[in-house]
């Protein structure tokens, strides 16, 4: 059974930019949730979506936006990038969106220049 | 509100020795779930346990055991005999029971020296 995909791995963008990182979550698993992890902060929600709906948003900047596909896929979009969103943004694959253990991918490092 | 408190930045341990790691939690939802995960230079988290709220048994498997206590909201990880391919950084969590959406402590670096 396949884990949970991320795309890219690596990224380098410019201050101003925007960008669009992809998840693709078990197969049958219905909830994506994404983190941002870095040295300062540790491991920061996100959001949460589940069957293309958003359930839960964290503490971000409406800059941080994201959506579900029908497919369960997901992606995130970063716009207007600022030297502070450089992270390793990490995606979680969640069977029934209760709670229950999360499997994650690989994660994207995004670096901001 | 939810927190997750590993006051162990880094611990250094030598090949075969037993090492615990620490973990403090605060929630007003009487249904949660807790969990560890590690994670190694790769980036990825690796799932090791989840534990219900209502189920206070300490839990073994194979060198990894966990000790979960309601009473000091407490959820501590133990390695037995630790072994270089240990060293990881370990995150213990804690979610709702009806949201996707993890509570992540500040982890804790295990070295593990041969």
């Known amino acids: 059974k396949a884990g949970v995909t991320q795309t890219p791995r690596y990224l380098i963008k410019t201050r101003g930019q925007q960008v669009t990182l992809s998840c693709s979550p078990i197969?049958?698993?219905?909830?994506v949730s994404w983190y941002q992890q870095t040295p300062g902060q540790g491991l920061q929600f996100l959001f949460e979506?589940?069957?293309?709906?958003?359930?839960n948003k964290g503490n971000f900047p409406g800059r941080f936006s994201g959506r579900q596909f029908s497919n369960s896929r997901s992606e995130m979009n970063v716009s207007t990038l600022e030297l502070g969103d450089s992270a390793l943004y990490l995606c979680?694959?969640?069977?029934?969106?209760?709670?229950?253990?999360?499997?994650f991918g690989q994660g994207t490092r995004l670096t901001v220049v | 509100a939810q927190k997750v408190t590993q006051a162990q930045t880094e611990i250094s341990v030598v090949e075969k020795e037993d090492v615990t790691l620490d973990c403090v939690y605060e929630t007003r939802d009487t249904t949660y779930y807790l969990f560890w995960y590690k994670q190694p230079p790769s980036g990825e988290l690796v799932f090791l346990i989840r534990r219900n709220s209502f189920d206070e048994q300490n839990e073994i498997s194979g060198r990894y055991s966990w000790n979960f206590q309601k009473s000091t909201s407490s959820f501590n990880f133990t390695i037995t005999a630790s072994q270089v391919v240990d060293s990881a950084v370990y995150f213990c969590?804690?979610?709702?029971?009806?949201?996707?959406?993890?509570?992540f402590g500040s982890g804790t670096k295990l070295n593990v020296k041969p």
């Open positions: 969590a804690l979610s709702h029971h009806n949201f996707n959406k993890f509570y």
């Open positions: 197969s049958g698993h219905r909830s």
């Open positions: 979506y589940f069957s293309e709906t958003q359930r």
């Open positions: 979680a694959s969640n069977l029934d969106g209760l709670g229950t253990e999360a499997f």
